[in-house]
């Protein structure tokens, strides 16, 4: 705990922090302001909801497979401090942008045809904020943080980072779609002052010039990266999560319309108690491993989280709302429903599972690698996560087209998670077999 207080009144820490939690809200803010709304107020089919919410999240994850491997580049080449700075600016004219498609949804003005493709040119460009900022958000730890710091300042990044989502999936679900417009703005000024704070982070090799042929240097990173078997299963243990996580998150908002028949407050608070998790889970991980970066909890955490999506299947398939038909649950007429609190908590386990398994596979990344090959490590790990990540969202638009009714898409997800079990046992056992030698 006293690590933890002090690297949060730090400097070399406390910066990169702020700037990544206002980063990770805003995202959250706008991404869920403008799902909500089209899946609320445009579309009234369950297959076109969700095949508007996959989109969204492939459009938004793309760069990360496309731009990941120039990002890494930048970060090892470059002072990781400059790029913060130049990337929380461009967020500024992005919401713009942005802001601007909220504004004219609101008022109907050519809705499909100018509102929504500036949300969603927005929410690509926010895509690319975030490719560049990825890897040095990790790469940057271990070189502002001393060795035993480094899992639990990954630990509070990550918690953190679900806080701010936390935030962001709430406040989107709560207020309009016009305050939406001026806060995702006003939110990346205030980003921008804090990345100004981060103090330099110089690269730890020298220069190189950068390759700009995005699908080469892509082939070659992933291919530079993975030598090291440890950091190769973690990678993929990290794609499988969020490729679960990808189809959960899409789910969420046309299941609470037309499963259980609630609003979209009661869709909000589901990606809330999901986030809530996930953050008890990174910080639980971190206190059960006592700062010591181990795989020894990932396959029974994985296991976990398959066997709380199926209690949660089990729950929506037994959901009967009681209340006036056709009309849509407020939160406090959903949480009086009998079977409310099993499904928030089952939920909430699914999340924690997915916490306690996540956290110690990014402090892989970070600990075991040359501290001068960091961001390109953590950028080979975005592109090969975001792949699964956008497979996740097509697999779910195909599965919508395909007559699968959301309930039974949850069952697949969880048939998942035994791969990323094996692969999180895999993983523990590379780690024993290099402790060995």
């Not at 395909?402 to 969880?414: F, N, T």
Request: charged share 10%.
């Amino acid at each position: 705990m006293s690590t933890t207080n002090d690297l949060i009144r730090a400097r070399r820490f406390l910066p990169l922090f702020i700037t990544q939690l206002l980063g990770a809200f805003n995202d959250n803010l706008f991404k869920n302001a403008m799902v909500l709304f089209v899946v609320y107020s445009v579309y009234n089919s369950e297959a076109d909801e969700a095949r508007f919410s996959a989109l969204a999240s492939a459009i938004f994850i793309i760069p990360f497979f496309a731009l990941s491997a120039l990002a890494g580049q930048m970060a090892d080449m470059r002072d990781k401090a400059r790029i913060i700075r130049a990337v929380k600016l461009c967020e500024i004219l992005i919401m713009l942008v942005g802001g601007a498609g909220l504004a004219m949804a609101w008022q109907g003005i050519a809705l499909h045809s100018v509102a929504i493709p500036l949300m969603l040119l927005a929410l690509f460009a926010m895509g690319v904020h975030s490719t560049f900022f990825g890897p040095i958000k990790y790469a940057i730890l271990p070189q502002h943080l001393r060795e035993g710091e480094v899992l639990g300042g990954t630990g509070l990044v990550e918690a953190g980072t679900y806080i701010a989502v936390l935030a962001g999936t709430i406040v989107a679900g709560w207020i309009s779609v016009e305050a939406a417009a001026i806060a995702v703005f006003a939110v990346a000024c205030v980003g921008y002052l804090a990345g100004r704070q981060v103090p330099p982070a110089p690269p730890l090799c020298n220069p190189e010039p950068l390759d700009f042929h995005v699908l080469r240097a892509s082939i070659r990173l992933v291919r530079t990266t993975l030598h090291d078997r440890r950091v190769f299963l973690a990678i993929c243990a990290i794609s499988f999560f969020w490729a679960i996580g990808t189809v959960l998150f899409i789910q969420f908002p046309p299941l609470a319309k037309n499963i259980l028949s609630a609003s979209k407050e009661v869709a909000s608070l589901f990606l809330v108690m999901f986030s809530v998790g996930v953050a008890i889970g990174s910080i639980a991980i971190n206190a059960l491993l006592r700062g010591t970066v181990s795989a020894r909890f990932s396959p029974i955490s994985v296991i976990g989280m398959g066997l709380f999506l199926f209690a949660f299947e089990i729950v929506c398939g037994a959901w009967r709302p009681q209340g006036t038909p056709g009309e849509l649950m407020d939160v406090a007429t959903f949480v009086s429903q009998p079977l409310a609190m099993p499904l928030l908590l089952t939920l909430l386990g699914i999340a924690v599972c997915g916490g306690m398994f996540v956290v110690p596979l990014y402090a892989f990344l970070t600990t075991f690698v040359d501290k001068s090959q960091t961001a390109r490590t953590v950028a080979a790990n975005n592109i090969v996560n975001s792949g699964a990540m956008v497979f996740g969202a097509v697999f779910a638009m195909v599965l919508s087209s395909l007559g699968v009714a959301i309930v039974e898409q949850l069952l697949v997800v969880a048939v998942c998670c035994i791969a990323s079990a094996w692969l999180g046992y895999m993983l523990f056992r590379a780690e024993k077999a290099a402790a060995a030698v």
